[in-house]
DNA sequence: TGCAGAATTGTTAACGATTCCAGTTTAGTT
DNA sequence: AACTAAACTGGAATCGTTAACAATTCTGCA
């Protein structure tokens, strides 16, 4: 294994100019500093992340912690968000992943093992963890779930404006009558999609009816039994907003089983754009939530944070984009 | 930040007897191994990793590198193998998760920076990098993708026995006219499933017919095209075993497309149990790959391998499991 | 030419752990 | 009680790097 030593020896310098000159001192003179570099090239010289370390006091190491990782919902998050990350992330930096559920000695989450973490989270179980990892001190950055702690960064989709956006498109499309199956009760999520849902009705001055407003959790079933409510109506909606794509997979089953031609007689409008959405049939039109935006700005953010720890946290919200496939009809 | 001197302060002894007392070395007396043993814990002690790893040249992180991941396909495999891993791995080693297409300096890749490498592998592609770890003596494990080569640990589900065991259940059924969408002509996991599909056939004495055997490449588009060419034909089969899930919805999409009905014209079984198996209309009956398991006993044997370097490498299998949904019909 | 001050480079001591080798205590035997 | 072997503990070096401080080499100008 090559040593800073080895490449001083070679050098003919010592190690601390070599140390210096591979990492961008101001103090080495030039032709120095390239023929060292040079040396370092030639003998595939690679720094010991140990030694490193255990000096500088840095682990370089970055944590991705996500919930849930014994429920299968998060799946296609996980990938985006690994992509969007190691986007934003120096190439020797590590990203090591864990299931907040896996924790189990809270004692081992340090600042002297992470520099930073990021947390992807769906739930507000997750804040116990987050809390810790606050107090620890470690930088940190939670993705996803809007919080309402203002002293935690935090990056978010627009939710409400991406919702309204999809709402507004239906009602180009000739749609007035609109029903919403909202998402689980007390997530932030939930109410601020249904906001998105009626700042868009009512900029369209539509009227919005209590009988189109249904409860759901975010799960199949309860998009499916939504549904089936929704369509007993005397007078039952053109287009459902589901908020989110699982429960709209759900009510397009509901459609199914009750002869309800999607979308020729219910539209339906998903939220996530999860892997699934291409595929269903027909293909759902919903709102791409871009976790892997998300993800990269929230590193950059970290990594901001890890270098002035006093940055004030803040809330961004990353836009969403509405992606239009076969389940908005033309009125 | 507590050092294991802090400790040999308090208890009265040196630090050498600490270490050794806090890392089960057989010349403490009991007496004084549970008194540093009580200190450390109330100290809240915490042994710097760095350190570590710098003086036993261990560092403690394996890899994880899967393919291909600005892809959609591997979504689900990727918590799956996490869980898998984090089951069977010391909760003080990090798993370190990469894209194996975003690793642009291979000489990053040593031996000094993980202490193994467990690569969840979908492509030949992949070949070029598991090479590279295997001659930098890293030990390794490749798991899901069945290997040529005998001189590497290998982890897969057993394909061939997971397909035959389908199609008998489809014969148990009733069917006797059997197709297969076959999957990207040279890959393994091709040859093995359509052997399986062969296997059951042969076994039940029903006949091979050459029409019933349609090309594939594992995509959705192929799987649609394939089917749609089989259900054109004149005496079209009661079964069609698609070689992946993904081919299974193509296919269900051509039988939506062309008026057939599944799963009373034509049954339709798959292969991977993706996540998105159980929402299609009607749900898919497929053979479950358990990645979580091929995960699980790989990290085992990556285990062994960096305790034993010179353990002759296997090619273990893992047996799948048929999850019957709603696609295959009793004739 | 000589010299101050700037610009470079080098010496040495950390960082927190393990480990070799030597030193001390304890126990067992005569 | 004296001696020896076994059991246990400690001192000091080491891993590869950074950084405080010291030392040296250049500059430019009187």
Redesign the interface.
């Known amino acids: 294994?090559i040593t800073i030593k080895d490449i001083a020896r070679v050098a003919g310098v010592s190690h601390t100019t070599v140390s210096r000159a591979l990492n961008g001192s101001p103090l080495i003179k030039k032709v120095t500093r390239d023929r060292i570099e040079r040396i370092a090239a030639e003998m595939?010289y690679?720094p010991?992340?140990?030694?490193k370390?255990?000096v500088t006091k840095r682990?370089f190491?970055i944590g991705?912690f996500f919930s849930s990782?014994?429920q299968?919902t998060?799946?296609?998050f996980?990938?985006?968000a690994?992509?969007g990350i190691?986007h934003a992330l120096d190439?020797?930096y590590?990203?090591?992943?864990?299931?907040i559920d896996?924790v189990?000695?809270y004692?081992?989450i340090?600042p002297?093992?992470f520099d930073g973490i990021l947390v992807m989270s769906q739930s507000d179980e997750d804040n116990a963890f987050i809390y810790h990892v606050k107090t620890m001190g470690i930088p940190l950055v939670v993705l996803n779930r809007q919080l309402e702690d203002p002293g935690i960064m935090n990056v978010v989709a627009n939710d409400r404006e991406g919702v309204k956006e999809a709402l507004d498109y239906a009602v180009s499309q000739g749609h007035r009558k609109f029903a919403i199956i909202e998402g689980k009760p007390g997530f932030k999520s939930s109410t601020e999609r249904k906001q998105g849902f009626m700042d868009s009705l009512i900029a369209h001055r539509l009227s919005l009816s209590p009988d189109y407003f249904a409860a759901g959790d975010y799960s199949?079933e309860s998009g499916y039994s939504a549904m089936t409510a929704l369509l007993q109506l005397a007078d039952p909606p053109t287009a459902v907003f589901c908020s989110n794509d699982d429960m709209a997979?759900g009510a397009?089953?509901a459609c199914?089983a009750s002869g309800a031609a999607v979308p020729q007689q219910v539209s339906l409008i998903g939220f996530d754009d999860i892997?699934?959405a291409r595929?269903?049939?027909p293909a759902l039109t919903t709102v791409r939530k871009p976790i892997a935006d998300i993800s990269e700005l929230g590193t950059k953010m970290l990594i901001q944070l890890m270098q002035q720890p006093d940055l004030t946290p803040q809330q961004l919200f990353v836009k969403t984009s509405l992606v239009v496939r076969d389940t908005v009809a033309g009125l």
Request: glycine fraction near 4%; hydrophobic fraction near 35%; charge should be negative.
């Open positions: 294994m595939n690679v010991n992340y140990s030694a370390s255990l682990s190491t991705l990782i014994e299968g998060s799946s296609s996980l990938v985006d690994i992509k190691s190439e020797n590590n990203l090591t992943v864990h299931g896996s189990h000695n004692a081992a340090q002297q093992r199949i997979i397009m089953n199914y892997m699934f595929y269903t049939n």
